[in-house]
């Protein structure tokens, strides 16, 4: 039996990075990520549904979404399984979050915080099969690859390839990362003599300190994402067989597509039978509620 929280649930990590009396730990962790030439001491939990700029009503919703103390917008995303276009989709959120800054008026000079999104992905995204554990995105001159603007800065942290043992760990991000990973099959949690964020860590996530009502919520999470991950697994297994039968680079690729769409649309009404509104859909597949009228 588990004695730690799966935070790749969306309970789960709300509850460890979500809520104000735990920043210390999203504190600690978007230190140790991020390394800002001045530490991050507090930051603000804004609203995670930011309404559209344009008319055609489309919805951006984060998992987390936060300013700092000097102004700066963070937002983190855990995203279980790859999506079509999802750097895209990555890309718009970040952009969103610059335009967002713009005042009316002629008095603003376009003075712009900085922007940093966090994706914690639990895949290896194909295209990119040689990025490390922590990527940075960010704008570069291509000549020189000096930095065009420090404004916005993407983190892709691809959780499988968190491979080393405990005594192998050489930093504190990679502890972060490897706590996360294990966390549902840990015992004891590791590291709490090096450094006394993960005895915190430890009392968040652990399943005995949960009240009943927040275990039922826990519960419930937990088996939505234990459902998308079984059909996960079984829409690639059927993608890469159908990929096989029509050969196997260009049928790979086309296996996968179609696997994505089967699995997104079995998700989305396997979670509508589990009684599921479609505002809490849209939160936890990515597809805006409009999209969902159209998925039966």
Known sequence: MAKYINPFTDAGFKRIFGQEVNMDLLLDFLNDLIEPEEPFIHVDFLDKEILPHDTDGRRLIYDIHCRTSTGERILVEMQNATQTYFRDRSLYYMASAIAGQGERGRDWKFSLKKVYGVFFLNFVMTDFPELPLKAVASLRFEESQRPFSDKLRMFYI???????????????????????????????????????????????????????QERQRYDASL???????????????????????EGLAKGLAKGRSEGEQTMLHTIINRMRAQGYNEDFISTATGVSVEDLKAIK
């Not at 088996?223 to 039968?245: C, F, S």
């Open 158 to 212: 691809t959780l499988p390839l968190m491979t080393k043992r405990e005594e192998e760990i050489e930093t504190d991000f990679e502890r972060w990362i490897y706590v996360l990973k294990n966390m549902e099959t840990l015992t004891e949690m590791p590291f709490k003599d090096y450094k006394k964020i993960f005895g915190r860590l430890e009392e968040v996530s652990n399943l005995a300190a949960l009240t009943p």
């Open 223 to 245: 088996k939505v994402y234990r459902d998308n991950m079984a059909v996960l697994d079984y829409a690639e297994t059927q993608g890469h067989e159908k990929g096989l039968a």
